[in-house]
């Protein structure tokens, strides 16, 4: 399973610490979410595989296993491995939403993704600023300061911003809900290595000052105006990675 903050922490070139078994699983579920392994085909013999990633059988089978649990792939007798259609695929999975960064532009399914923030953000705001404590408040404003003094950094941005989202997510106290997080680092990572409808620095500092302006509404209880502010941070992102 990938790291909360793992596909940020790749832009700036820095990678997780590599262990064969997830090693195996990143490189066939990265080849099947861009393409290079295309849907319905079967994947080499095990022991071409053990020869191409450089592993034992067994860990090979276990990384099989794992990315048949994600819906990536089925085993059949005397077939194989074959790489399943994309509606069996468990979108919600970091690991594959995270493959999808390197993937080829897709609109259709990044709408997907924002629609996918606006039905679960909607309630999870909404419950946040019902429930917030004053220790959530000041980790929030915490860590809109982070983003507020990044500077050219990507990636302390990046982290800072998602980690804004957790508290929200946390402060909903729903345990649905915060499986947001995945989505919305996806879509953040795409919006920060985009100049879509801003520039780089000029998006960076939109969004913290829409976060400022929604935590003090949080900090009130006005989830109304909480919720009319979640909705322009996200048609922020959104107009950085479609437009």
Not at 55 to 65: N, W
Not at 125 to 149: D, F
Not at 172 to 181: A, G, M, N, T
Request: with cysteine.
């Amino acid at each position: 399973m990938i790291e909360t903050g793992g596909l940020i922490r790749s832009l700036s070139g820095r990678r997780a610490a590599r262990n064969f078994h997830t090693f195996v699983i990143n490189e066939i579920g990265h080849s099947i979410v861009t393409g290079d392994f295309a849907i319905g085909s079967v994947l080499a013999s095990d022991a071409v595989m053990m020869e191409t990633y450089g592993v034992s059988r067994t860990v090979l089978r276990e990384a099989l296993k794992t990315l048949e649990a994600k819906g990536l792939v089925e085993a059949r007798p005397k077939v194989g491995t074959r790489v399943s259609p994309r509606s069996r695929w468990n979108f919600f999975d970091p690991q594959v939403l995270a493959w999808h960064f390197d993937a080829p532009a897709d609109p259709e399914f990044h709408q997907s993704l924002f629609r996918s923030r606006a039905a679960l953000e909607a309630p999870m705001i909404a419950l946040a600023a019902r429930q917030r404590t004053s220790e959530q408040v000041r980790l929030l404003k915490y860590w809109c300061h982070q983003m507020e003094t990044a500077g050219e950094s990507i990636e302390q941005f990046g982290l800072s911003c998602l980690e804004v989202h957790g508290v929200l997510a946390e402060t909903s106290r729903d345990p649905l809900l915060r499986s947001v997080i995945g989505v919305v680092e996806l879509t953040l990572a795409l919006a920060l290595t985009r100049d879509g409808a801003l520039s780089g620095p000029d998006y960076r500092a939109a969004s913290v000052s829409q976060f400022q302006a929604l935590i003090a509404a949080i900090e009130k209880g006005d989830a109304d105006q909480a919720a009319i502010l979640f909705e322009t941070i996200r048609a922020l992102d959104r107009a950085q990675v479609l437009a």
